[in-house]
């Protein structure tokens, strides 16, 4: 058998695959698309999800790639053994809803039989315990012996996660022969030994689990089929461990050389060894991908890869930076499959010197700072550092915990990681309850300020929409960085841009910025900053940006048509307020969107309806004069002779823009506008309301806003009329017969309530006490409401003559109290206030008023016998 290199065989297999008519698919970014739920892509499937679940339809209904992984589930284990680790390439051949099992299985031992050459009598399949129909296609079609095909459980053979499609695998095996194997009798395939490798999985999804372990068959049976590439070159090549396949092991003697040690002879350099070589792999890729070393997320991982690495070059006696050089032999064993390495070369040097660089600063403070905690930890007998100590070492000196971690664990040593968390936890705190950073000139901090000064834009978008430059600053939200890859949000700055920033009352652009077809980022606001930057903030759609890339850039043109639209009825409106209401009109501020405008200006009262209509009526006349719009650009001093308006208190600089529209309006301006008013189509206010003392605010829409404005007001007269089940044009006589109608029924339900109330009440005239010689009549009734007590209130006052009525009713649960008193009453000290504010109290509520009358409310009908009972003690500690 021929031992084929890694790139070899990786071509074999994409060209078999495309003999069989799938289409060869470049391997995905390690950066996850729209998929919330990985951090980084970690199988050859998982990019591919979308094609499987039906939300996407696949460019062929057969596809092949070889797709970079990374998995650090296990990165505590890399470099320990030979058998681990984080970087690996996954060969898959997937059908959605096209081939099924014969196919799939018949081709994976051509593959492997033929066109690699292993030998048939070392291949063993295993197939999910009641798979017998994949049994018969190995037994029968294939024509493998019957006990050398093995059945394994579901734990084994069968691929689910969670709820969703799922279903059986067959795997094909490999006997290395008995060098690899334990030497214990009955040693086959499943043992935990490195005799049989598994090299093959074939997944048949077929069924969907409805996450209560329920199966039903799928309408579109899929099959998705992986191999390691490593690990087939480790069979093929006849090796140890993927660590002595051509390319790893091309990469694993560099690191020897430069650390100037040899493979294998001494177990703790080993570990070392395969760390730093797995490391910079992954590394190397995922730097390829835009991922960039940071504090969270996948750029940790990123950054934990590196100073592993890093720390593990120091341990093997490397005393220079060494990571950038031994990136360069991954970039040109793995160009042939991975172009975009080799493009992008000078950027994951770049990347990876900076990272290592800054580690380097301090790693040997931390190192020192550690080395005399442990000499402490041992003077006290202990074996666990103190988590405070460990937040110190991670606070001041970047030293990350799993570090710290790891060269303890290496002398037998722990952290308390309570402890740690707990420390950072009441840091954070106290950060939170602090003042908010701000920068010196007292503005809250941003990642803004880290920008070098001398950066500055050119905004070039007044005559055109799309435009190509440089990148020359990129920001994630908090920090400035080399690059932004899928899904992450942050700012774009360029050389040259069309986006207008937000400026003037102008909200600034959106759109898009491009790299060819490949990266794409969406472009949700364009702000200004200090030194004439423009930020175009949003977010990655797809690919990666990088600092020094060409992009194109096309600001959104629908939207900028209307902001401009909106913009130029500003200066409209602006000259017919003055027209109209007098030259005191002054602008005091404005907001220009695509979807309206507002304009703020100095006017002492609320304008009238006909001022309205006859500043609206001006602009509209104006824009449909069809005026052009001519801008000019020339000094302050040539500008105020024109006659031009000028913001006041607004800073210009040498050289201004004049914008004129027609003999109408001239103002000093850096927005953008339309070429003739004509194409503002038709002008509306719809709001005109005081916002500060003698300051008023105008809200208006132009062009296609209005005319949504007028549909929405046609659609809601529909709905108006549709409800009262009449016609737009009946609609006013309809509401005008409704409220005679309403009045005539109000009026007739309040005499009924009057009569109801007189009954419910009866006679109570045989209930009147006399409380030191003031009559009181205090009475209970059923179901009426504050108004209903009114009426009887006056009723029984007449009545009475002299004296206080108080009455109390229960409706729905809730209470009401009224108490009313005479004038003859007050003068001998009665108080309905007073009295109603004690009755109150009594049946859980609150409520008082004057003298002569007050009412309250409460929450306990229950009691509302013993506070008419109250009312006469009540009444008699008033009377004098």
């Known amino acids: 058998m021929k031992k084929y290199g890694v790139n070899e065989l990786r071509r074999m297999f994409l060209e078999f695959f495309e003999s069989k008519g799938h ?24 990019p591919l999800k979308p094609y499987f679940t039906g939300a996407e339809i696949p460019p062929r209904r057969r596809v092949t790639t070889c797709q970079k992984c990374i998995r650090t589930g296990d990165i505590e284990n890399v470099g320990k053994t030979a058998r681990h680790g984080t970087f690996f390439e996954m060969l898959g051949n997937f059908s959605f809803g096209d081939y099924f099992k014969h196919e799939a299985i018949a081709w994976s031992w051509e593959f492997l039989t033929q066109v690699v050459g292993l030998d048939p009598d070392r291949l063993y399949p295993s197939i999910y315990q009641d798979d017998d129909e994949a049994f018969d296609i190995w037994n029968k079609e294939i024509g493998i012996a019957p006990e050398r095909i093995f059945r394994f459980g579901k734990e084994d053979n069968f691929w689910e996660h ?19 194997g334990c030497g214990k009798p009955g040693c086959t395939v499943g043992c935990d030994c490195d005799r049989y490798m598994e090299v093959w999985n074939n997944v048949f999804s077929q069924f969907n689990n409805d996450g209560e372990g329920h199966y039903t068959d799928l309408i579109q049976k899929n099959i998705d089929t992986g191999m390691g590439l490593e690990r087939l070159a480790v069979v093929v090549q006849d090796v140890d461990s993927i660590f002595d396949v051509d390319t790893i092991q091309n990469l694993r003697n560099k690191v020897c050389a430069l650390a100037g040690v040899t493979y294998e002879t001494d177990p703790k350099k080993d570990v070392s060894i395969r760390l730093i070589t797995d490391h910079i792999r992954s590394a ?6 835009g991922i960039m070393p940071t504090n969270e997320g996948r750029g940790y991982v990123l950054r934990r890869l590196i100073r592993r690495a890093a720390r593990h070059g120091r341990l093997l006696g490397i005393d220079k930076q060494f990571l950038a050089e031994l990136s360069a032999t991954v970039i040109e064993d793995s160009k042939d499959g991975y172009p975009e390495l080799e493009e992008k070369k000078n950027f994951i040097f770049k990347v990876l010197s900076q ?27 202990k074996t666990t ?69 001398k950066i500055t ?132 501020g404005s907001l220009v969107t695509p979807d309206r405008l507002r304009f703020d200006f100095a006017h002492f009262q609320p304008m009238t309806k006909e001022e309205i209509e006859k500043v609206e009526a001006l602009v509209n006349k104006e824009i449909q004069a069809n005026l052009p719009v001519v801008t000019e650009v020339m000094d302050v001093e040539s500008a105020k002779k024109t006659g031009a308006m000028a913001l006041f208190g607004e800073k210009y600089g040498e050289n201004v823009r004049v914008v004129s529209m027609g003999d109408f309006s001239k103002e000093l301006c850096g927005g953008t506008h339309v070429a003739n008013t004509g194409v503002i189509s038709v002008f509306k206010i719809v709001s005109e309301t005081g916002i500060a003392a003698g300051v008023r605010r105008i809200e208006a829409l132009t062009g296609d806003g209005v005319f949504a404005y007028y549909q929405e007001l046609e659609d809601r007269l529909n709905r108006a009329s549709a409800l009262l089940k009449t016609t737009p044009a009946e609609l006013e006589n309809k509401i005008a017969h409704l409220q005679g109608e309403v009045k005539a029924l109000h009026s007739e339900n309040e005499a009924l309530k009057s009569k109801l109330a007189k009954d419910a009440l009866g006679d109570v005239m045989d209930q009147v006490q006399e409380i030191k010689g003031v009559k009181l009549l205090a009475a209970k009734l059923a179901d009426v409401d504050m108004n209903g007590l009114r009426d009887l209130g006056d009723q029984l006052k007449e009545k009475l003559g002299e004296g206080v009525v108080v009455l109390a009713s229960d409706k729905d649960g809730k209470v009401s109290l009224l108490a009313m008193a005479t004038d003859g009453a007050m003068k001998q000290g009665a108080h309905a206030g007073n009295l109603i504010k004690g009755m109150a109290a009594i049946v859980g509520g609150g409520g008082g008023g004057r003298p002569n009358m007050a009412q309250a409310g409460g929450k306990k009908p229950e009691m509302i016998d013993e506070a008419l009972k109250a009312a006469a003690e009540l009444l008699g500690e008033q009377i004098h």
Do not use: W
């Open 23 to 46: 289409l060869a698919m470049k391997s995905f970014s390690l950066v996850p698309h729209n998929d919330k739920s990985l951090l980084l892509i970690n199988s050859g499937m998982a």
């Open 162 to 180: 969670g709820a969703g499609p799922c279903g059986p695998c067959s795997e094909i095996y490999y006997d290395r022969g008995e060098k690899y």
């Open 284 to 289: 190397t890729f995922m730097i390829s991908d």
């Open 355 to 381: 990272e290592e660089e800054k580690f380097n600063k301090t790693i040997d403070q931390g190192l020192s700072i550690l080395s005399n905690l442990e000499a402490s930890m041992k003077e006290e007998g």
């Open 385 to 453: 550092l103190d988590g405070k100590d460990a937040f110190t070492l991670y606070d001041t000196y970047g030293f990350p915990l799993d570090l710290t971690k790891e060269i303890l664990e290496e002398k037998g040593c722990g952290v308390d990681e309570e402890g740690f968390r707990a420390a950072m936890e009441e840091q954070r705190t106290k950060a939170r309850n602090a003042r908010q950073t701000t920068n010196y000139m007292g503005a809250d901090a941003t990642v803004y300020d880290e920008i070098d000064p």
């Open 457 to 588: 834009s050119t905004f070039a978008g007044y005559d055109h929409l799309e435009h190509n430059s440089k990148i020359s600053v990129l920001t994630t939200d908090t920090e400035v960085t080399e690059a932004i890859s899928d899904g992450e949000h942050g700012t774009i700055f360029v050389d040259e841009t069309p986006f207008y920033a937000t400026m003037g009352g102008q909200t600034g652009d959106i759109g898009v910025i491009r790299i060819g077809d490949g990266a794409e980022f969406v472009v949700e606001d364009t702000i200004k900053l200090l030194g004439g930057k423009i930020g175009h903030v949003g977010h990655v759609v797809k690919g990666m940006f990088k600092v020094g890339d060409e992009v194109t850039l096309s600001v959104d043109a629908a939207a900028r048509a209307n902001t401009s639209k909106n913009h130029s009825a500003t200066h409209l409106l602006q000259k017919a307020l003055k027209t109209v209401l007098g030259s005191h009109v002054e602008q005091k």
